[in-house]
């Protein structure tokens, strides 16, 4: 009698769409703290991860003394840290991520206490490329602001993450950051601690900044003869198809971060799969977690800013 063996399990780097430098590891939660309404900024202590994160790029959470959600989530890196400092050339030994509360995970998350340990793998993703033009404008809707701290810090000269190439001159750069209401608005204080950072704010509700919608001012933007090289944006998706329009209407290059629900977080599940314009005219789809979560917002459908 003969038994077949079941096939060897694959090594993590040979897993489809896996980012040679990411790492499965076990991290230590340093702080977690409530900085707005619902919202927190949980740091972690990871160097082989930190090191290697990049902005727009994320990793997967799993909190592994609850036994669920069984699957991870991903999270967008906020910042880095060296020690009780934000990383700025030195080697970062930890990094933060936000999170608002609207699910089973991130429920458990506000638990999390200084010393516990979670489960990451990461980084992944393609994140925004490295901007080497005169003029980026940033548009943020809700924890989509998340990414764009370290893309403005770096920018700046006030931090490098895991790449080389930023610009010799810092370029004008401008963050429209949108919420519901005042209360919401999170980590206002550190984009103001961003040298050459121009801050512009929108409300709902008329509490902060603007009455209205944040693509409001992006379109005064546009009107008062503004010409970006490009346009970097993180948000709900309806609010990122708006941009995407407008952005289309004066011919600026638009990127999309993506905020689509990921179950493994390396490609092998095709569960974030969002539609993209073929050049026949036709539909394909890409995975956000491997090929995104970053796309050129012109090679989308429009059904993917849907949700």
């Excluded at 997967?60 to 020690?83: N, Q």
């Excluded at 810090?153 to 006030?158: H, M, N, P, T």
């Excluded at 919608?213 to 709900?236: H, K, M, Q, W």
Aim: glycine share 12%.
């Amino acid at each position: 009698m003969s038994i077949d063996h079941a096939p060897a399990r694959p090594a993590i780097d040979d897993l489809p769409g896996w980012c040679p430098s990411a790492r499965e590891a076990s991290a230590r939660v340093v702080a977690n703290e409530r900085i707005a309404e619902q919202t927190y900024v949980l740091r972690l202590d990871c160097p082989e991860v930190a090191a290697a994160l990049t902005p727009g790029r994320f990793v997967m959470l799993r909190d592994p003394r609850t036994g669920g959600p069984l699957l991870g989530r991903p999270f967008a890196m906020f910042e880095t840290w060296a020690g009780d400092r934000p990383a700025g050339y030195g080697t970062p030994d930890a990094f933060d991520i936000g999170y608002v509360t609207v699910g089973k995970l991130t429920g458990l998350m506000t638990a999390w206490k200084p010393g516990d340990r979670v489960d990451l793998w990461g980084p992944l993703g393609n994140g925004f490329p490295a901007f080497d033009g005169r003029d980026l404008v940033m548009v943020a809707g809700g924890i989509g602001q998340t990414p764009f701290l370290a893309t403005a810090r770096e920018l700046a000269g006030q931090a490098r993450y895991g790449r080389d190439g930023r610009p010799a001159v810092p370029p004008r750069m401008s963050l429209l950051y949108g919420v519901r209401t005042a209360g919401h608005l999170a980590g206002v204080d550190r984009f103001a601690a961003v040298d050459g950072l121009e801050l512009r704010l929108a409300t709902d509700d008329g509490s902060a900044g603007h009455h209205g919608y944040v693509t409001d001012i992006l379109a005064a933007e546009f009107e008062s003869g503004r010409r970006p090289d490009a346009v970097y944006c993180c948000g709900p998706g309806p609010m990122m198809g708006a941009v995407a329009a407008l952005c289309r209407t004066v011919d600026i290059t638009c990127y999309a971060s993506l905020e689509s629900p990921m179950a493994c977080g390396f490609g092998a599940c095709f569960s974030c799969v969002v539609p993209v314009k073929e050049p026949d005219g036709g539909t394909d789809y890409k995975r956000a977690c491997v090929e995104g979560p970053v796309f050129r917002a012109s090679e989308l459908a429009e059904t993917a800013f849907q949700h």
